[in-house]
């Protein structure tokens, strides 16, 4: 059987690509108008589609100039294993190296053992001289 083939877009997802992706591979939910608020001020995005379908995506938000974020890398379940992850890190490593000033703080928080793959591109763990925490509102 032949390995399909992908092609990369940089193009932000539509709420409904973007809501789909997160909740198949198991990210938090968000809702429609959280997406449609927040997709429009990505900094950086990338898709990589399957016939016309995109499979795995991710993110840099920020403020342009001293902080970024890496987020939201999903890749569909049944397109997992297949280096999928690591095309959307490499669009996402030449987009900082591109693009970042040098000063600036790159971060991602890393779910379960996903820190793995993070670290094959430059990514390292901060603790214990810092810890990522979070505020929910309730």
């Known amino acids: 059987m032949n390995e399909p083939s992908y092609s990369i877009s940089h193009d932000i997802p539509s709420v409904e690509v973007y809501q789909h992706l997160r909740k198949s591979a198991g990210l938090s939910a968000k809702t429609f108008e959280a997406a449609s608020r927040g997709l429009p001020n990505t900094l950086f995005a990338v898709q990589v589609m399957c016939n016309g379908e995109t499979v795995a995506m991710g993110r840099v938000i920020g403020d342009g100039g001293c902080f970024y974020q890496v987020t939201d890398i999903a890749v569909l379940p049944m397109y997992q294993g297949r280096g999928l992850g690591k095309k959307v890190m490499t ?48």
């Open 91 to 138: 669009e996402i490593t030449s987009y900082i190296a591109r693009e970042v000033p040098a000063s600036a703080y790159v971060s991602l928080l890393a779910d379960g053992e996903a820190h793995r793959l993070y670290q094959h591109f430059g990514f390292t763990l901060t603790a214990p001289a810092s810890v990522g925490m979070a505020f929910k509102k309730q």
